[in-house]
C-alpha cells in the first residue's frame, strides 16, 4: 500500500507542476502586456546539440500562430516569434516543447523562457 500511495502522490505533482508551467507561461504573457511578448527561447544544457534544437524547431515550429524563427549564428537556443499569438497558441508551444523534453530526454532541453524585449 504503502508503494502505491507514492506511486499516486508522485504522479498528482507531476500535474501540479506542469499544470503551473502553463498558468506560469499565461502569467508571464499577460504580465508582460500581452502583445509586447515577442519570443519563446528554449534553452539546452549540450552546447553541441544541433540536432537536439533542429527536432524541437521543426516538432514545435509550425503550431498555430508561431513561427520559427531562423538559427542564430554561435547562438545555442531555439528562439520562436509568438508576437502575433494568443495565450493559447502560446501555451500549447510551451506543451510541445515540455513534451519533447519529457518523451526525449535526449534532447537535453533545459527549459524555456520568454523574451518581451525589455532585456535587450
Known sequence: MRG???RALAGLGAVVVLGTGGWALSGCQLSSGGGDT???I???S???AVNARNTVRT???DLPG???VPPRSKDVSVYFDIQHANNREVNA???CVNQLATQQ???GIRGYRIDDGSMS
Open 38 to 40: 515577442t519570443q519563446l
Open 105 to 107: 530526454p535526449s534532447l
Open 59 to 61: 516538432s514545435c515550429g
Open 42 to 44: 528554449v534553452d539546452f
Open 66 to 68: 508561431i513561427s520559427a
Open 4 to 6: 502505491a500511495a507514492r
Open 93 to 95: 508551444l510551451g506543451e
Open 46 to 48: 549540450d552546447r553541441l
